[in-house]
């Protein structure tokens, strides 16, 4: 866990107050909506098609148990009885009253919860791998360095006038579980030929209307050097960013103008005059935050105890969610857990109140009042006792968050598309829905394997649809909803834009469109493990194509 | 579908002006004495665009009982004003799913 200081406390508390005076204001007049718009945006409101909406970050994607109590109490007391996790590690409330939006914010401000940074052109939340601190793949946790960046950018107010919003990311591991490369920057730590730890400095992804894959503008960054060079790589994007069109504003749209390596040029100018001065991380400040990251007192345990064995053995439902939903852990005895959002016939990512009060009593019980949450919309559990899995598992299963689904064609991203989003050409949730229904079997499911579905309900690519093995987006044709189709991209390591499989297809359509697809990769691959994204790679869309369009 | 700052007022049939409640963010309906109703049948339904413009214009001159105001088709039938798209359908009845968990209030 994270533990804040009295200074993030005094922010936060002074930052409600200051709201609650503006909502005041706004509601009896004295502000106008023109006024008051950027100021409700600083604070994660939002107004959607039927509502207000509420975005509250979840740095790095770390909650405790009482944190996720408050935001069952706020889904039940300010909301309708839910919440939805989004692919930023954070949650969105669809239904609070600007009414109640200053005491909604005063009761997070107890736990250290905010809204700050999540709308706005301003440094939004950055996010990390969810499996930070605990995986075994791990350098050192990268949540020390998104805090760093954290601290920075939220002091730094000339960083809340970007001229866009802008993106980060942080892992330390080998597989990315946080999508660095379709960031504004994503930081990759690794080791040097040296040994040493250090950064791959990736710039200018992202997705939206103009996808990009990132750049690497710096191979290997020390550590000590983290502030400066982003300092820097901001310096530029302030200086040249084209703030006079909303759509050529991303720093993707600028490293594209200039290319990478003018762009890296420019950075590497600017850092040489800051490089040594006040920004240089010394190792003081990285140990005093690191120190705030405590860690559980863990037992010293073995992996595979018998329990867990016998009861692997005894039942093939527990066997099933097991090998899906369960990671090594890089303590002995120890389990990373994921938990499914995905049910059968569910909007991707929602939780309810009750299941948010029993999931932090089951993190209490068996995680150390530690709740994780991923970029695919799920929540994990990061420090699960392999002993006490089947017993955590018998209430996750009761709760309906054991679906073994991580990872497989029914794990689908979505955004939430026109049923909450004023922005939005066509649903995406009960495309989501139908989608689960047709891939219920679990069997063909696990038969099928590792496949990212993503869908978005316009071009903004909220739900990350050209990452996604297949990708859908909605768009509008004479008033009706139709999906373009993507085959092919991916979000990890290995990061690539999808290919359009051709014309789009009108709603009722889709469905059929994406079994048929995977239909004809399951004839395709030349081995059952050999997965989706792999098969593609190999063949190309074409296959895909003629067998999709000749059906439909 | 069209988002509403797309929207050129070029009229096709009927229309009504709709926003949302500034302190609770409701559907509402610019109605025929120049207030707001939550109900649909209560909005002042035109064909004109003449009459749109200026009763947008209208709507945008004080923001304090709604926000966001945008002219909207709409279909009146038998006398009654039902709304002329899928965005305005998931306006006037929520989302096209049910909401999770049976704690809705
Ligand atoms: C209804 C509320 C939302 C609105 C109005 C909204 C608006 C936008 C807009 C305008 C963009 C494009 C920005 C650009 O390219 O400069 C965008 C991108 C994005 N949004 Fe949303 N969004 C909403 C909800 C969400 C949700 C629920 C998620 C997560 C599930 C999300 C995650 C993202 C991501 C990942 C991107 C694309 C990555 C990138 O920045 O390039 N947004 N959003
Ligand atoms: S992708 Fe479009 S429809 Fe979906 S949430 Fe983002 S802005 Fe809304």
Redesign the pocket.
Known sequence: MYHYDDFDRTLVAERVAEFRDQVARRLSGQLTEEEFKPLRLMNGV?L?LHAY?LRIAVPYGTLSSPQLRTLAHIARRYDRGYG?F???Q?I?FNWIKLEEMPETLAALAETGLHAMQTSGNCIRNITSDQWAGVARDEIEDPRIYAEILRQHSTMHPEFSFLP??F?IAVTAADHDRAAIR?HDIGLRMHRNGAGETGFEVVVGG????TPFVGKTIKPFLHKRDLLSYIEAVLRVYNQYGRRDN?YK??IKILVHELGAEKFAAEVEEEWRAIKDGALALDEAVVADIASRFTYPDYETLTDEPASLQTARASDRRFDTWFRNSVAPHKVPGYAIVTLSLKPEGAPP?DATADQMDRIADLAERYSFGEIRVGHE?NLVLPHVAQRDLPALWTVLDAIGVATPNVGLVSDI?A??GLD????ANTRSIPVAQELTRRFRSLESAHNIGRLHINISGCI?????HHVGHIGILGVEKNGQEFYQITLGGRADEHAELGSLLGPAVPYEQVADVIEDVVAAYIELRVRPDELFIDTVKRVGIEPFKERVYATH | MTAPQQQKLKIKGPVVITGNRLGDGAVVYLTMDGGWSTQLNDAEVTTLADRATQLLSEANASDIDAVSAYVAPVIVEAGSIKPGNLRERIRVAGPTFALPGSEAR
Do not use: D, E, F
Request: glycine share 12%; net charge positive.
């Open positions: 939002y959607q909406m939805h989004t692919t930023r954070n969105q866009r919003k993106k379709v992202g997705l939206g209307r909303i504003a991303r990512g919309q991203i955004c939430p909450y989003c004023s922005l903004n690519a909220c739900g990350h």
